[in-house]
């Protein structure tokens, strides 16, 4: 690996670092008050879900009563006293999902006033924090969400129908909790950091209505049956009264985080967005077109440089191969730079897990595309089948590793020399 290619691994990778819960969870809790009256719950959820419970445990000071962590499968890193570690199915909630959710919501019946729920969520919530209200059932479940992750439909709307589908999205957790005091520590994945789409809300007043959740439905054309029509008709809690929130980490500080990395290499770094979102292939489209534009006519800024981006885009699944939207970023940005020369573009998921694969995303350069067309390999054709991961892992182009304890959203870079 080159000093280009490391330059660029570091910047990514030392962001990813500074953005682990664990600090930010022991900022959260340290110079608050609290009132320790009766019991202590910790309910930890979501992609961080570990990383978060182990920080809360250090640093809570009274005894916690209950601890239950609810993650992703192979996302725990061993046992926290006083907890229960269960793991669950993401991008798509299985029956771990629900016997999980279960066994939080018996966590915080019966509750008085005097209670405390320290409730911690990170991204990844969404899917592992689950249960059908009503009559709804897993089923009902994974055939809307496995609908809308087809589709298309961004995290807000994806969200919108979770929440009003479920009995602890969208303020309805926070309910089962009172009369106790719920301290919602959250790390957002949301765009422009909105607490109630944070894993869906579960512990904040819902801004989405009904009406909003089957415009989503008009929008995409997802087929309901009746069952889900009734419940989508049924309103979340506009307004709670025992609540507190604190978002502590986002991708705004991911971003800024690389460009402090950045400078300190020699590249002169510019935040372009952090509110990316759109489809996949067409930010790598973009941000190709931005490589030529540098080494053209020295704009937004001469090389050595770092053009950075965060958000989430989304993939719109035509084909049955194995991928994720920073994979096929990541190799539609390969396409526009083939044949330039100090250009890199690299993408990554801050959870270091893109899509159902073991890659947080991918990094390419100028020679990718010819390293892939001498074993065959066309990159609109693998595109169009979604299969970026084999081809990435062909020209030894993927980023991995492993899961690394967070979750705020994906990091873009665009690095020239």
Not at 268 to 285: H, Q, R, S, V, Y
Request: charge should be negative.
């Amino acid at each position: 690996m080159n000093t280009f290619q490391t330059d660029a691994r570091k910047i990514l990778l030392d962001a990813i670092q500074a953005s682990l819960p664990d600090e930010a969870v022991k900022k959260a809790i340290h110079g608050k008050h609290f009132d320790f009256e009766g019991k202590v719950i910790v309910v930890s959820i979501g992609k961080a879900a570990w990383n978060m419970a182990r920080a809360a445990a250090e640093n809570i000071p009274h005894k916690i009563d209950t601890g239950i962590v609810l993650t992703k499968y192979d996302h725990s890193q061993g046992e926290i006293p006083g907890f229960t570690i269960l793991e669950a199915g993401h991008p798509l909630p299985d029956e771990n999902t629900i016997s999980g959710t279960k066994k939080i919501i018996d966590a915080v019946s019966d509750l008085t006033e005097k209670d405390i729920v320290f409730f911690l969520v990170s991204g990844g919530g969404s899917a592992l924090f689950e249960s059908p209200a009503g009559d709804l059932t897993l089923d009902d479940f994974l055939d809307i969400t496995d609908q809308m992750l087809k589709c298309g439909a961004d995290i807000v709307e994806m969200n919108t129908i979770r929440k009003h589908l479920s009995a602890v999205k969208g303020g309805r957790f926070a309910e089962l909790c009172s009369p106790a005091k719920v301290y919602c520590i959250a790390l957002s994945d949301i765009l422009g950091d909105r607490p109630d789409s944070i894993a869906s809300g579960p512990a904040c007043a819902d801004t989405s209505t009904s009406e909003e959740a089957f415009a989503v439905v008009e929008k995409y054309g997802l087929k309901l049956t009746d069952t889900m029509k009734n419940q989508l008709k049924k309103e979340t809690p506009k307004c709670l009264s025992n609540v507190t929130m604190e978002i502590t980490g986002s991708v705004t500080q991911l971003c800024e985080d690389a460009a402090k990395t950045a400078a300190s290499l020699g590249y002169t770094p510019l935040i372009l967005t952090n509110m990316l979102d759109c489809e996949a292939k067409e930010a790598g489209k973009f941000l190709a077109s931005i490589a030529k534009t540098i080494q053209k006519d020295g704009l937004p800024l001469k090389p050595p440089c770092a053009v950075i981006c965060g958000g989430e885009t989304i993939v719109h699944i035509t084909g049955k191969g194995k991928g994720g939207r920073n994979q096929e970023l990541a190799l539609s940005a390969a396409e526009g730079i083939s044949g330039m020369e100090g250009v890199i573009v690299a993408a990554v998921g801050s959870d270091g897990t893109d899509g159902p694969t073991d890659a947080a995303g991918g990094i390419v350069d100028g020679s990718t595309k010819t390293i892939l067309a001498e074993k065959g390999i066309s990159i609109s054709a693998v595109l169009a089948e979604n299969d970026s991961n084999c081809a990435l892992a062909e020209a030894n182009a993927l980023i991995v590793t492993g899961p690394t304890g967070t979750n705020v959203n994906d990091l873009y870079l665009l690095l020239c020399k």
